[in-house]
């Protein structure tokens, strides 16, 4: 197990969860629910910095990880997401006045945010994707967007960059450091890029006990003052940081510039106070999982059909916690049509779509995230279904 912290290299680390047997991945599609039940071989063990608050994963091991065109993490179905994204996409147009620009995005998925940001020939902006589990058409809007299947390194130095975008890449990475240095090594005028990194928030975790928040994929997690420890380490200055998506993440804006420190004031770091909120957490985390585990047994032997809304990575987490053996879990629903008719990594429950579960007896639904709730509400009232749904918080 890695004690020393990747971000500042302290070895006063504090170990407070550990989990055996849990996916590698959480966002493949896997047809085969034998072998979804197989996909079991992870291990999570948190710990956080004393020194700078950064939560990671000692046991994590990268070479498990493969990202290919396997993975499905598409979120632009849901009409609640999209109009989130709409709101960066005019931020970053309108208020940072991005015209005429080369942008370049790290892990662009399938390149929805990125065509977004390049689709309107009137900004004159072209776009350059990198992810290796990219599977649409190489070049779009007459050669103004290009995707390479691949991940992005010194080796795509020719492209020039006035803006970088990396939205949920870093918190894949177990070496966060390595990613911001070879960034770096792969602009050929760093000083003259901007950065805009989108992150999860672990205080958001934490506070919230969101226990199915932590899973193998995310091997790294940041606070405000470890996301500026790190990002000051690797020659950035932090231009801004903001709490976003209801708290849930951190959006960082920063340039490797040459102004002597960060623009935004770094508070010293409480290592008590943030130990409190991960103590806090820690008494209740099993507590509220056998807490769902019994709520549903209960509805189950009374023949309700429970269902989780949601097959992400927070679902996912959710299932294998709550119910491994696949005994309890109606199934998962999911808007995400090429995620329906899979199956759940670890634990086998069949991933359909809202109508299905309710054919096949579903009564109830669990939603995974509290942000989708109104947009939940709004989808069964115009198919007219009567389906209970359940908060998790």
Known sequence: MNLNCPVCDSKHSYLFLERKNTPIFQN???????????????????????????????????????????????????????????????????EYKIRNSRIIEI??????????????PKYGNYGFGFDPSYRGEDILFDGRLS??????????????????????????????????GNIRKALRNPKETILFFETPCINWILENHVFWDFFYEHCSYFNMNSILTAFSSSGLTIRQINHIFEGQYLW?????????????????????????????????????????????????????????????????????????????????????????????????????????????GGTHAIIMNPNYMSEIQEILALKNIDLKLIKLM
């Open 28 to 94: 493949i599609i896997i047809p085969d629910q034998s072998v979804a039940t197989q996909l079991k071989d992870g291990k999570i063990s948190l710990l956080a910095c004393q020194e700078c608050g950064f939560v990671f994963n000692g046991d994590f091991n990268e070479n498990k990880i493969i990202y290919n065109q396997a993975y499905e993490n598409c979120q632009f179905h849901s009409n609640y997401f999209n109009n989130y994204v709409s709101g960066l996409i005019e931020y970053l147009l309108e």
């Open 147 to 180: 995707f390479q299947k691949d991940y992005y390194s010194e080796k795509y130095i020719d492209i020039d960059a006035d803006i970088i975008v990396c939205r949920h890449v870093i918190e894949h990475i177990s070496d966060p450091l390595m990613l911001l």
């Open 252 to 360: 960082a804006e920063a340039a490797f510039d040459s102004g002597t420190g960060n623009r935004i004031t770094q508070e010293p770091f409480c290592w008590r106070e943030f130990k409190q909120v991960i103590d806090n957490f820690v008494k209740v985390e099993n507590l509220m999982v056998n807490n769902w585990r019994n709520k549903i047994s209960a509805l189950h032997q009374r023949n309700y059909k429970v269902a989780i809304w949601g097959a992400g990575a927070k679902g996912v987490t959710f299932a294998n916690l709550i119910d491994p053996n696949c005994n309890l879990i109606n199934c998962a629903i999911d808007i995400n049509p090429n995620k329906q008719g899979n199956y759940i990594p670890g634990t086998g429950h069949l991933i359909t779509n809202v109508e299905s579960a309710v054919r096949k």
């Open 107 to 120: 892990g662009c998925g399938q390149g929805e945010f990125l065509k977004k940001l390049v689709e309107n």
